[in-house]
Each structure stands twice: as C-alpha cells, then as structure tokens.
C-alpha cells in the first residue's frame, strides 16, 4: 500500500493589516502629539522657567499635552523621553513599518522659545478679590481723587458721557475709590458736598469707599430714605455718622450701608461687570481667582458661565449671604464644575469687623487717633461661634474677614475651640482668615501653631502705611501687616497672596512689588525709598510662591494647580522680564506677553 503523500503546509495566515493600521496610527499620534495649539514644548534658552517646584525650581523646557504638564527639564531631556520607547517598538516591528515610524520621528511637537529676556512663571492666582464688584467699581471709578472737588468733577464727567443718566435725574449713579485719608482735613464727606453742584443736586448719587466698608449718599438718597428722623439711632455692627446735632451726614459704615435703597444689579449689568473684569485680568496673567464674597445671585451668574464653558480662567468663590443664621444650604456646593471643571465652590465668607481707613476694624484698645472708639464688630462673637460650628459641621472650608487685633482674636479663639474640642482636622478643613491685617504678637504665634491660614494683600500695606501708624500708635504697628513673621510661623510654610481688587488694582505684580519692596508705587513710604518696616517684607521667591503654589493650596488645588509640574494643569503666564532679579522699580514695568490656560492661550500670544 502506497503511503499517503505528506499534507501541504498550511498556508501563511495573511497580515492582519487593521491590527498594523491600528498600531500604526497609535504610533502617530505618539510621535505627533495632541492638535496644534494644545501639544507643544515650550523653551527658554536662558533656563527662565520659574516652576515654583522646589524639586527643579527654574527649568528651561516645559512639554505641554492635552492641557497638562507632561513633562520639565532640559531640551535634550525632554526629547530623549519623547523618544524613549520608540527605538523598543522599533525592534518588534516589520520592516517596511520601520521606514514608516522613522519618518514620523522626524516631526516632533512644535517647539517655541520664548524671547530672551522673557521669562515663564505658573499661572498667576489671586486669593481673595471680588470679580463682579471689580467691574461695578470701572462703571465710576474714584480711586486717586485728592479731593471732595475731585469726586465731584469725575461725576460730571460720567452724567455728561451717558445721556441716559444726564436726561434722566432719577437714575441712580453709583461710584467706588474715594479714600477721605488722601484728602486735606482727612475727614469724612457730606451728603450736601453732592449738592454743591446744579448738575448733581437732586440726584440719587451713592459712593463706595475704596474698602467697600462705608457708603456716601446725596441728600436725594437720603430724601428716599425718609430723611433723617426715618433712620435707626443705632445700627448693630454698623454706624450712621452724624453732625453735631445728631443729622446723619450722609455717611454709613459697614452694616448701616444696608439700609441705602441702591438697585439690584440686573443680569446685563452683572455681564457688563464680569466681562471688564475678566478682560482685566487675563491681560495680568491671572488664570486663578478667588472670590472672597460671592452672593447668591453672583454664584448663580457664574454657575450658567461654568454651564456653557465661558469661564476664561478659574474660579474659587466664598459664598456669603448677610445673615447671622444658619444659610448653608441657599449656596450650592460645586466641585470642578462645568464644561471646563474651572469653577469651584466649596467655601464660605464671613465678617467680622470694619475697615481701617474707616476707624471700622475692630481693636482691642481705643485708635490712637480716635479714643473714643474701639471699631466695629459686625457679628456678635456667640453668633459668629454657631455659624462656624455648622459651616464645618456640614464640610465648609470657612474664611473670615478680621482686620483688627479683636476680631482677629475672637475668630482664632473660634477657631481653636472646634479643633482642640472637635478634633478637627486643619488640613481637610483649611479655615482661613482673610486680611490677617493686626494681630497681637501672641495671636501671631496662635495662628501657626493652629495651622490657620492667614490670607493677606500686600498692597493693603503700601497703601495704609501713609496713616496706620498714627491710627494704631509705635507698639500695636509691630504686629500689623506682619507677613514674613506669619509666613514663618506657618504649620505649612503657607501665605497665599490677593489683592481685595477692585479695593486695590488687578494687576498681581502690584502686590508681588508691594510685597517684596513695601514702597508706593512712586517708590516712597513713611520710612524713606528704603521701604516701610522691611522686617515684615518677603523675599521674590516668596511672594511668587503665594500668588500660585500657596494660593492653591489654600483653595484644596495644591495638586493640580500652583506650580509647573508634570500631572498638573498647564496654567502660565509669560512676562517680558525677569521680576525675580531686575532692580525693584523695574517690576511694575512688566508686561505679560501671554497668558496660558489649560494649554490654550487666552491672552497674547507664544
């Protein structure tokens, strides 16, 4: 029997080309990157890319992918990681892919060098600021007048500019900046100063100071009041000034500004405000805001922003509603929200005191320059106690306005009895005091210890230094405006940096400047062009590091935010010169060139 002849081999399966295809245009979007714009390295051949990353803190490239930081270092680092694993899937692959892949390596991420001279810092962050009230402020903006003569000029200058409000003597008009401090005499205005005028009288005309804390009305407003026997003798946490024989002056102070009837700002004239603002900012090279008083409608107009993705940069907002009841649940409670994840709302404000400027803050003994009162508190300690136990019982991060020795006090006293009595946890909690303004050398000492963040505005300093002394008398100054002592005796080594604006000017490196110089911005103070009480001033690392690193942290972004490094979003800004080692008064003089959000440039360009 003849044997059966031997089976044909098998024949060869054929190439799986979708699997090819597929490997192939993984591989391309591997050596190419994300689309144009949002997958580039970005270089400077002078190595100024300030990371505020204490592991590489000045590097010369940044990879940027997807709207994140992919990857630091040197140029040559940089591509070696790119090219890391293509010469390992070279070896496994065909060789006619070969020839293919070794095209694709030759087109790699676009590259951009910055300009000499020019550096690259994180995304600028202002921790305590108030968006909408900022654009409100630009509509009249009195910040600078010398005089009672001045404010009124500017007045007419906006009636004769808007024919609506020339021709319409009921429309209200509202301004904010008057600082009574830069004025002769330093008094206080009256309501018959905005009567003086025939185009202004019988208007209906309310003024902000530049604080926010006191409000100066015409006799109109007044009149709409009910005029002066209509009005409380007393006001709890506010006051009425009056004359000499007991007249309201047309002045009112912190919760007496209340009872002014001023409209309700309608939805066009709250886009009008936030647009100004934004603009603003991102010319600054802000990417990061915290809104240190976000009411009701405000956070409501913001949440519809996050809706439709028309958040330009990021948002931290502190709700506030007036009350001293519980309103936890009126303010919703918003985590990375909207089509962007840039809005956030996770944080609380409360008041505890005035201004300084308006005898408002609240001392623990009588002003110096006034002995006949001690300031306000605006919210009794007891009521102040029970709102901050249910803001942290329902897992609010609380931060409370307190400029004076007083409140400051009574809020750490608040503060020290939910952590050593709750057992609070300071680090998930994160309770803030805003303006941390005049603190008693023991309190300065308490609040480290308690790991309490102290948010402050350094150019809250440079601008009260002209009249602080004299307000607080040689000793009391010693704790004021005390940041490097606050910033050393952090728990963490933290010390986030605002600036109040509209209170003060947007651009951040007012504050950077303010911070590290402790001069105006025409380089002089109380103390001579050496700055004013320079022991309290910050080193330029310093004061980088709390308008990012340190206002993130503040803001639970620590890990996301604050710094150039790899994982976190790829926020930044470019400045045309190096504010970390030009001459002092070269600092305000910087000009941001761009202003990067997510990858995505929002300001100039690269």
Known sequence: MKPSPPAPPPPKSPPKLWLLGALFAGLTLYFVGQPEGESYTLCSDSKN????????????????????????????ELQERRWKGADVIERV????????????????????????????VPGLADAHAHVIENGYMMQLPL??????????????????????????????????GWDQTKWPGKKFPTAADLATDPLLRGRPIALSRVDGHARWVSPKVLELMGGDDALPKEVEGGIIERDEEGKATGIFIDNAMDLVPVPEWSKAKMEEFYQLTMREALRYGLTSVHDADAKVGMVEFLRKKADSGELPIRLYLMGNVNSDEYWGAQIPRLVDYGKRGRLNVRSVKLFTDGALGSW???????????????????????????????????????????????????????FESIIVRKNASVEEWRPRIEHAQIIESGDLERIGRLGVIPSVQPTHATSDMWYAETRLGPERIKGAYAYQTLLKGSRNGVLPLGSDFPVEGVNPLLGFYAAVARLSVDGTSPHGDGGWYMNEALTR??????MTLDAAY??????????????????????DRDIMTVPVKEILETKVRATVVDGEVVFGGL
């Not at 009636?159 to 429309?171: E, F, S």
């Not at 690392?541 to 709390?546: D, E, H, P, R």
Request: charged content about 25%; glycine content about 8%; some cysteine.
């Open 93 to 120: 692959l065909p060789t006619w892919l070969n020839a293919a892949v070794s095209g694709l390596k030759k087109r790699t991420t676009r590259v951009i060098r910055v300009e000499p001279g020019h550096i690259v």
């Open 49 to 76: 890319i300030y990371t505020v990353d204490e592991s590489r803190p000045r590097v010369e490239c940044i990879a940027v992918r997807g709207g994140l930081v992919d990857a630091v270092g040197t140029f040559d």
């Open 541 to 546: 690392a310093q004061a980088l590091k709390g």
């Open 360 to 414: 408002g803050a609240a001392l623990l003994e009588p002003y110096s320059d006034n002995p006949s009162t001690k300031g306000i508190m605006r919210s009794s300690p007891e009521a102040l106690q029970n709102l901050v136990e249910r803001f942290w019982e329902d897992g609010w991060q609380v931060n409370i306005h307190c400029i004076g020795d007083r409140a400051n006090r009574v809020v750490l006293d608040i």
């Open 554 to 575: 503040a803001s639970f972004a620590e890990k996301e935010l604050g710094s150039l490094t790899p994982g976190k979003k790829a926020d930044f800004a470019v400045l």
């Open 143 to 176: 910040a600078g007048s010398n005089s009672v003569q001045e404010v009124i000029n500017r007045i007419k200058a906006y009636i004769n500019a808007h024919p609506d409000v020339r021709d319409d003597p009921t429309a209200w008009i509202e301004g904010m």
